[in-house]
């Protein structure tokens, strides 16, 4: 089992920066698939990035290509999510996931353990 708490959101400009981290306790993180959703209100939960658990393979929503970088650094058991040329529609509760022995994936319904969310704003 795994426990994740999630860091790094804030009020941001539009075209600003920000790092989110994913910080896990618990055994075996190296094995687990992680990923990051967000949700904005009134919205469903979307996918955002994901990253296997040796970290050599990522993939990510179109909306976020070029802009966002999925990370891992499984000595410390932490995740990451650098966010640059943020835009207002990115707004949204940011939580992590993970899939214990997955490989990745956009679906949420594969991930077991979930944080409870950083809120990342951006304003125009």
């Known amino acids: 089992q795994v426990q ?7 009020l941001v400009q539009a075209g600003g920066s920000l790092r989110l981290s994913c910080a896990a306790s618990g055994n075996r993180f190296s094995i687990y698939a992680l990923a990051w959703f ?3 209100p009134g919205k469903e939960r979307e996918f ?11 993939f990510y929503t179109d909306s ?3 802009r966002f970088t ?11 999510l650098q966010m640059n040329s943020l835009k207002p529609e990115d707004t949204a509760l940011y939580s992590c996931a993970a899939d214990f022995a997955g490989l990745g994936s956009d679906a949420s319904s594969n991930y077991e353990y979930w944080g409870q969310g950083t809120q990342v704003t951006v304003s125009s």
């Open 4 to 10: 994740l708490v999630e860091s790094g959101g804030g």
């Open 48 to 58: 955002v990035a994901a990253i296997s658990w040796s970290g050599g393979r990522t």
């Open 70 to 80: 999925i990370s891992r650094d499984n000595a410390n058991n932490t995740m990451y």
């Open 38 to 40: 967000r949700q904005a």
């Open 64 to 66: 976020v290509k070029g």
